[in-house]
């Protein structure tokens, strides 16, 4: 009996010990909520993370000590991906100096929401059309009434249901997909990010979009979203100011040809 007891106690002390070095090894674990944005977020031809802030994340990591794993989300879900601990931040062209709503439905700063980090990318939203089409997008008058399609819970989502009627606004779980619907005629324009759309509109099976050039929207800054409180916000931003002295970041930024529009600042209003 007593052997018997001696092995249940055994069992029951590794199975604890296995238990806490896997809580421990989850603390140096830093989850990266993404969607799938060419040059920013995406996989290469053997499923590995690449791109500007794929690599940038990486190279934080090796700065606070942690491993650095991305888990794709739907864009429109970010808010509760990161409150219930399924993400520890979100680091997709996440534009700072926006809004959105709050579980109220209140239209409040994204800044209300989560903690920033500092910001280091400036962008801005634009319009896609087709090319045979432009000539009717002149201004942001002209987009009243017409039909169009953004990222769900994206700054685009906000801007168009300002700009035309909210009826008339479709979402798709990520700006990728929203390429294929102004393509098809189902809408008659899209909200992206600029950087995203110079990369895809006269390429390829897009070849016939053009961003229109005659509507300018708000400048944005791009920064990393934390939940509330978190003090992975202060270690992140010393490393983002590290990778900024040392040259790094701009060499990267450089690597996927965002260099013109690197731009590290502690303020994101």
Same mark, same amino acid.
């Given at each position: 009996?007593?052997?018997?007891?001696?092995?249940?106690?055994?069992?029951?002390?590794?199975?604890? =010990?296995?238990?806490?070095?896997?809580?421990?090894?989850?603390?140096?674990?830093?989850?990266?909520?993404?969607?799938?944005?060419?040059?920013? *977020?995406?996989?290469?031809?053997?499923?590995? @993370?690449?791109?500007?802030?794929?690599?940038? =994340?990486?190279?934080?990591?090796?700065?606070?000590?942690? &491993?650095?794993?991305?888990?794709?989300?739907? @864009?429109?879900?970010?808010? *509760?991906? $990161?409150?219930?601990?399924?993400?520890?931040?979100? @680091?997709?062209?996440?534009?700072?100096?926006?809004?959105?709503?709050?579980?109220?439905?209140?239209?409040?700063?994204?800044?209300? $929401?989560?903690?920033?980090?500092?910001?280091?990318?400036?962008?801005?939203?634009?319009?896609?059309?087709?090319?045979?089409?432009?000539? *009717?997008?002149?201004?942001?008058?002209?987009?009243?009434?017409?039909?169009?399609?953004?990222? !769900?819970?994206?700054?685009?989502?906000?801007?168009?249901?300002?700009?035309?009627?909210?009826?008339?606004?479709?979402?798709?779980?990520?700006?990728?997909? =929203?390429?294929?619907?102004?393509?098809? !005629?189902?809408?008659?324009?899209?909200?992206?990010?600029?950087?995203?759309?110079?990369?895809i509109c006269g390429e390829g099976d897009? =070849?016939?979009?053009?961003?229109? &050039?005659?509507?300018? $929207?708000?400048? &944005?800054?791009?920064?990393?979203?934390?939940?509330? !409180?978190?003090? $992975?916000?202060?270690?992140?931003?010393?490393?983002?100011?590290?990778?900024?002295? *040392?040259?790094?970041?701009?060499?990267?930024?450089?690597?996927?040809?965002?260099?013109?529009?690197?731009?590290?600042?502690?303020?994101?209003?």
């Amino acid at each position: 009996m007593k052997k018997i007891i001696a092995i249940i106690l055994a069992l029951v002390m590794t199975v604890g =010990a296995v238990f806490t070095m896997s809580s421990c090894a989850s603390d140096d674990v830093l989850v990266c909520g993404v969607t799938i944005f060419e040059k920013m *977020n995406e996989k290469d031809a053997n499923g590995n @993370w690449t791109g500007f802030e794929s690599e940038f =994340a990486m190279e934080v990591g090796k700065i606070i000590g942690m &491993e650095v794993k991305f888990q794709e989300i739907d @864009w429109g879900q970010k808010y *509760n991906e $990161l409150n219930s601990g399924a993400i520890d931040c979100i @680091w997709n062209g996440f534009t700072a100096n926006s809004s959105d709503k709050d579980p109220s439905g209140n239209e409040v700063k994204r800044s209300d $929401l989560v903690d920033f980090s500092y910001g280091y990318m400036l962008n801005e939203q634009c319009i896609v059309v087709k090319k045979d089409n432009v000539a *009717n997008f002149t201004s942001e008058e002209s987009l009243k009434g017409k039909t169009a399609c953004v990222e !769900g819970g994206s700054a685009g989502e906000s801007y168009a249901k300002k700009a035309t009627d909210e009826d008339n606004v479709l979402t798709a779980t990520s700006q990728l997909k =929203a390429f294929p619907e102004v393509k098809s !005629g189902a809408v008659d324009f899209i909200v992206v990010d600029i950087l995203l759309a110079k990369n895809i509109c006269g390429e390829g099976d897009y =070849a016939d979009l053009v961003i229109a &050039e005659d509507i300018k $929207l708000t400048s &944005e800054i791009y920064a990393v979203g934390f939940k509330k !409180g978190s003090e $992975l916000t202060a270690k992140v931003n010393a490393a983002i100011k590290e990778l900024d002295e *040392n040259g790094k970041l701009m060499e990267l930024a450089k690597k996927y040809g965002f260099e013109n529009v690197l731009k590290v600042t502690e303020t994101i209003e």
